[in-house]
């Protein structure tokens, strides 16, 4: 028939023929070429809305106008979301762009990638955890970690505190009372806060107490390397400082191990 269908791009050489009938002698046949080029294509891709960080996934809906298969990337803010296939987990709290691209084929060029970019605040946080009746020592106390979000810590009384700004606070409490340690946090690119969490604290100035029952024994000898050491902890103790020196040598004045709170 006089129908050419094109199906993809390339160089097309069309044969045209007239073989003849009883009045006409065939015809010279004529060839013509045809250069069919890689169609362009363009990318639509749906506005993303602010988030809230949560457990809940964010679907992504982008197509080509050749009805190719978009791929998904996170090109900025990777530490606060993650992408597979076309969803999105949220990971933290910041601002995020994500890239909707297509690659072409070998009947479509590339598409111009198109970008989206939102934020993910923060709303709720888990309470804090820590010592509620401590004694006059250095304590720590956390919260929900959240990459990139800000912790905003206040103290009432009773002790220094500590923080930079994330979800790990620590307090030197220096006097016996009771005192309310708070947290709150907000993503950098949203200002509202979460909801303030409280922690009621009872210091002490108890005494720490002696450890018991420390292995390898005193004065034990022929011991194996490596050398497992243990203990009982003693009364109102959260740290310890591990020394070990000659026995013919006087005690140093630096430990071995600091802070051992395992």
Do not use: E
Request: aromatic share 8%; net charge negative; proline share 6%.
């Amino acid at each position: 028939n006089d129908t050419l269908f094109i199906t993809g791009a390339g160089t097309i050489i069309v044969k045209a023929l007239q073989p003849g009938d009883d009045f006409y002698s065939a015809a010279p046949s004529v060839n013509d070429t045809i250069i069919v080029i890689k169609g362009n294509q363009v990318i639509t891709f749906d506005s993303i809305p602010d988030q809230v960080f949560d457990a809940n996934k964010i679907t992504l809906i982008a197509t080509s106008s050749m009805g190719q298969t978009i791929s998904y990337s996170i090109i900025a803010g990777s530490t606060y979301a993650s992408v597979s296939s076309n969803k999105i987990t949220k990971k933290g709290a910041g601002v995020v762009t994500v890239r909707a691209s297509q690659g072409g084929n070998s009947n479509y060029n590339a598409a111009t990638p198109v970008d989206r970019t939102f934020c993910i605040g923060v709303r709720t946080l888990t309470p804090i955890t820590g010592d509620a009746n401590p004694c006059i020592a250095t304590y720590r106390y956390n919260t929900q970690k959240i990459p990139g979000a800000v912790f905003v810590w206040t103290l009432s009384s009773g002790g220094i505190l500590t923080t930079n700004n994330n979800d790990t606070a620590w307090v030197q409490w220096q006097t016996p009372g009771t005192h309310t340690l708070t947290v709150k946090a907000n993503s950098p690119c949203d200002p509202v806060y979460t909801n303030t969490q409280s922690l009621i604290i009872t210091t002490s100035n108890n005494v720490p107490g002696p450890v018991s029952s420390m292995l390898p024994a005193n004065n034990v000898i022929d011991q194996q390397l490596p050398l497992t050491l243990s203990w009982i902890p003693g009364n109102n103790t959260i740290s310890y400082d591990l020394y070990l020196w000659d026995s013919a040598v006087a005690m140093p004045a630096i430990p071995y191990v600091a802070n051992i709170n395992d």
